[in-house]
């Protein structure tokens, strides 16, 4: 699931400060267009906007990820970021979500999507793991976690 071109600590950002899911997934749409020039901040906030308008794309235990369909690219593109404070995001336990995976995906990426989606949810089933990536403090230490996790 992590290999170098979906996440690197380049793509792992730790620390950071945001006071809503709104600002959160602009934050997301300029991080991704700026790390890939072909994706439009416009059309990413849009697509995960939408997906999240479905329902909340938190996981539970203060994990979300929220992702979006992409026209345009045939690249899976991920970030992973670390809050400072955690945000409501309407998860089904009630916690709110300190640790976000974020994904854009092609439009035609279906199968290899939720594959996706399912590797990424068993990988942040795990307690020790999660205790772990909150107590990290930089991006190429939260890289070794997430590398070296076993899903």
């Known amino acids: 699931m992590l290999d170098s071109d979906l996440l690197s600590p380049a793509r792992i950002l730790a620390?950071?400060?945001?006071n809503s899911k709104k600002r959160l997934f602009?934050?997301?749409?300029t991080t991704l267009a700026r790390k890939n020039?072909?994706?439009s901040s416009r059309e990413i906030f849009?697509?995960?906007c939408a997906r999240e308008q479905l329902g909340s794309t938190a996981l539970g235990n203060g994990i979300a990820v929220p992702h979006g369909r992409i026209n345009g690219t045939d690249e899976v593109q991920a970030l992973f970021l670390q809050l400072i404070k955690p945000l409501p995001f309407d998860a089904e336990d009630g916690n709110p979500v300190d640790l976000i995976f974020a994904l854009?995906?092609?439009t035609q990426c279906t199968g290899d999507h939720r594959k996706l989606l399912?590797?990424?949810c068993e990988r942040f089933s795990d307690p020790e793991l999660l205790e772990h990536l909150r107590k990290s403090t930089d991006?190429?230490?939260?890289?070794?976690l997430l590398s070296s996790a076993h899903a």
């Open 139 to 144: 991006a190429n230490e939260i890289w070794q």
């Open 46 to 48: 849009e697509s995960i």
């Open 15 to 18: 620390g950071v400060r945001i």
């Open 104 to 106: 854009t995906v092609p």
């Open 26 to 29: 602009e934050f997301i749409s």
């Open 37 to 39: 020039p072909e994706l």
């Open 118 to 120: 399912s590797d990424i």
